[in-house]
């Protein structure tokens, strides 16, 4: 696949058919199940953050396309800023304030897309490179993150949620650890950096409302991948590289290690393997590379989670396993017939 001439993957029947803008209406449409899962456990935020995202979005990919004097609407209707967007409203805390959606689209759109040339010659993922440099820069709002509950009466409803999200109110219960607290992977990054763990530490656990969240992932990721909109190789090679390496951990250090199952089942691992890292801009091009691909990103992924500071480490290991494409597509490309040089 060229970089500079995106095209949809190639598949049979249906989607044979498709455009480009109709394949990335099919991810977005994907996300739907993980949408309505963050609204039954974390409320209306991630409304309010596709909202303010989207518009984002669209506003600055086409003040760059006015300035480049490129066709605006032709652009935008190709639907890769409202896929941008929503992959970086999905990686936000819910009740994130405003300006945070909206720096981190300005980074993914104008940064790693449009000064790159636009879609097709983008090197790094552009919603995982917005979403690094709000990490990086803003590590307190971007781990605030709501407890989950499935009980409506604990959460602001959709309008006082915009006023939160907005700074037009903030709720005295919002600073109390019943409303706020550390994620599972948080938990685990600050167990497995204590000097010496006691006897009685428990093991991490699989938290219902990210086992949900992996799941409804998950669901769309089999959705992509049944269209032929993704291929198999990444994701494949990305959660049985991590399932290998989490299980050896545990396996030589069970009480700085978590289980097999809470890495498939916390953060954004399956949203990373079917969302992310198969975008096929910044993915690996031939079948080799994008087993390659995938298996550098989850022995990453293992490694920032077991020795790093960030909790998660799925935006850092893709950003940097898309350093690496151009090198695992020189590399994995396959050899001409009757090339001597290949043998």
Known sequence: MSLASPQPPTSSGYLAKQTLPNWMRWVIISCLPAIITHILYFGWGIIWQLLISSFSALLFEAMVLRLRKRSITKTLADSSALLTALLLALALPPLAPWWLAVL???????VAKQLYGGLGHNLFNPAML??????????GPMGNW???SLAQQTRPGFLATGAIIGQLSTPQSLLSDSVTQATPLDRLTSQQHQPSPA???????IEPAWLALNLSYLLGGLLLLYL???QWQIPVSLLTLLLLCSTLGYWFSPLFSASPMFHLASGATLCGAFFIATDPVTAAATGRGRLLFGTLIGLLLWLIR???DYPDGMAFAVLLANSCVPWLDQFSQPAVYGDRSSH
Not at 130 to 139: A, K, Q, R
Not at 199 to 205: D, E, N, R, V
């Open 146 to 148: 709501p407890a989950p």
């Open 228 to 230: 032929g909109i993704i």
């Open 130 to 139: 917005g979403y690094v440099v709000l990490l990086v820069s803003f590590p």
């Open 199 to 205: 006897p009685t530490s428990p093991t991490a656990t």
């Open 306 to 308: 077991r020795f790093g």
């Open 104 to 110: 981190g689209t300005l980074f993914a759109i104008i």
